[in-house]
């Protein structure tokens, strides 16, 4: 189930995004050690930060919202969350990695819609698969109710004809008594052999072809 592999969909997808991120630093010759600290730094805020969300997904039951519910909601926190993630990067180059002390507006907005991206792709990926799972949850439900009632109608038509059944057979030994005394306690004797077979095997689902060819 999603909830059982849950980490290593998280862990696995944030290690892919610090992955692309580290090809694109290498190609164009900037991964250097703050860099990489930085990476490293970007792959547990955004695993805390998601996490967070997810216990507010599931806090408030948004898995249960309409869409048109659920998505500002999800705008929201988007936002928020790329909001902390742009001023988080801002603060380490000023303090750790001994960068100028100015604000480039334009590189904020980039590194924004950057980490907006990710964070909407996260959202549209746990949405998706909750929803496959949910899906997946309710099909198995259903064919588990189709099963019981399956089952209750064969129970009912059993009820229905070993009443029949006992009335025929009754009715058979009833003549056999006049016409052959020998034969009808014959079948009497094969009548209550076959009840018992019944009651023994009424409590099991399933009997062996050998035991019903025997019966």
């Not at 610090?18 to 600290?37: C, K, M, R």
């Not at 919202?65 to 999800?74: A, C, H, N, S, W």
């Not at 014959?186 to 099991?204: D, F, K, M, P, Y």
């Amino acid at each position: 189930s999603f909830k059982k592999y849950y980490w290593w969909f998280q862990a696995g997808g944030w290690s892919v995004y610090i992955a692309l991120n580290a090809s694109l630093y290498y190609l164009q010759e900037e991964l250097t050690t703050p860099i990489i600290y930085w990476l490293l730094i970007t792959w547990l805020a955004c695993t805390g930060l998601t996490e967070l969300l997810r216990g507010i997904i599931i806090r408030f039951h948004w898995l249960k919202l309409k869409r048109f519910q659920v998505v500002p909601r999800l705008i929201i926190m988007v936002l928020i969350m790329s909001t902390m993630m742009t001023t988080l990067s801002w603060m380490y180059e000023l303090i750790i990695a001994n960068s100028p002390m100015q604000f480039d507006f334009s590189r904020w907005i980039q590194n924004g819609i950057s980490y907006s991206l990710a964070f909407v792709i996260w959202c549209s990926m746990y949405f998706l698969i909750n929803t496959l799972e949910n899906f997946r949850k309710a099909e198995i439900e259903n064919l588990r109710w189709e099963a019981l009632k399956n089952e209750t109608e064969l129970i009912r038509l059993k009820s229905q004809l070993n009443p029949h059944f006992m009335f025929n057979a009754m009715n058979v030994i009833r003549a056999l008594v006049d016409e052959n005394p020998k034969r009808s306690k014959e079948a009497i004797t094969q009548l209550s052999s076959l009840l018992r077979n019944t009651l023994q095997s009424g409590e099991h689902k399933v009997i062996p072809l050998s035991q019903e060819i025997e019966v």
